[in-house]
């Protein structure tokens, strides 16, 4: 049982590049969700997911996109990257949210 | 709005001293969940607890006990005889209920870095 898996691990991005963060999950939830972490910020909210075709904004959505064409899958789109965007991410599923969510490993970006 | 506070950045005890981790939120719901997750040096979130917003019960799993309270709005976390392997961070995390019924928004405090030292 795989869970929420992320991919990649680590990326080095140069400003104005694009790309996008990967992240599945295997145990058919229904939420999903985008996280950011910066030292001393704790986790901020980018995107979630209620369902597939139904993804709405966070706390710091600028510069990232979402979308949810299938349950097991919720990639996060950077547009254009930019130092303020180095950060760690962490993606998270759970079943109704109430139950607790599973994180993934994250994935470690850095823009410079 | 949600708010969650954790007011002790960095604590530092020597094996086998208790020690509690305070949490504090805000919120104007009645329904809402909370949170422990840790996160040790290896960088993974790892849930603890959950207690939704009816239950007033304390709660124990082994060296780890949770002190719910509404009428001070805090939900704090003890860790018994600590040991090396506490060693992390902890996230203390609140969850409003939706008109959905769902909770699909955590709002996490800063967390507090555990260090125990042999």
């Known amino acids: 049982n795989a869970g929420v898996t992320q991919t990649p691990k680590f990326q080095v991005l140069k400003t104005g590049q694009s790309m996008t963060l990967q992240c599945a999950q295997d145990m058919n939830h229904e939420y999903m969700s985008w996280y950011r972490q910066d030292p001393g910020m704790g986790l901020r909210l980018i995107h979630y997911s209620v369902g597939a075709g139904i993804t709405d904004q966070g706390e710091v959505p600028n510069g990232y996109n979402v979308s949810r064409s299938t349950t097991e899958d919720f990639p996060l789109r950077l547009l254009s990257a930019a130092p303020s965007q180095t950060s760690v991410y962490f993606c998270?599923?759970?079943?109704?949210?109430?139950?607790?969510?599973?994180f993934g490993s994250g994935t470690r970006l850095t823009v410079v | 709005a949600q708010k969650v506070t954790q007011a002790q950045t960095e604590i530092s005890v020597v094996e086998k001293e208790d020690v509690t981790l305070d949490c504090v939120y805000e919120t104007r719901d009645t329904t809402y969940y909370l949170f422990w997750y840790k996160q040790p040096p290896s960088g993974e979130l790892v849930f603890l607890i959950r207690?939704?917003?009816?239950?007033?019960q304390n709660e124990i799993s082994g060296r780890y006990s949770w002190n719910f309270q509404k009428s001070t709005s805090s939900f704090n976390f003890t860790i018994t005889a600590s040991q090396v392997v506490d060693s992390a961070v902890y996230f203390c995390a609140l969850s409003e209920v939706s008109a959905q019924g769902g909770s699909e928004k955590l709002v996490f405090g800063k967390g507090t870095k555990l260090t125990v030292n042999p």
């Open positions: 998270a599923s759970s079943y109704m949210g109430g139950y607790g969510y599973t």
């Open positions: 207690r939704n917003s009816f239950d007033e």
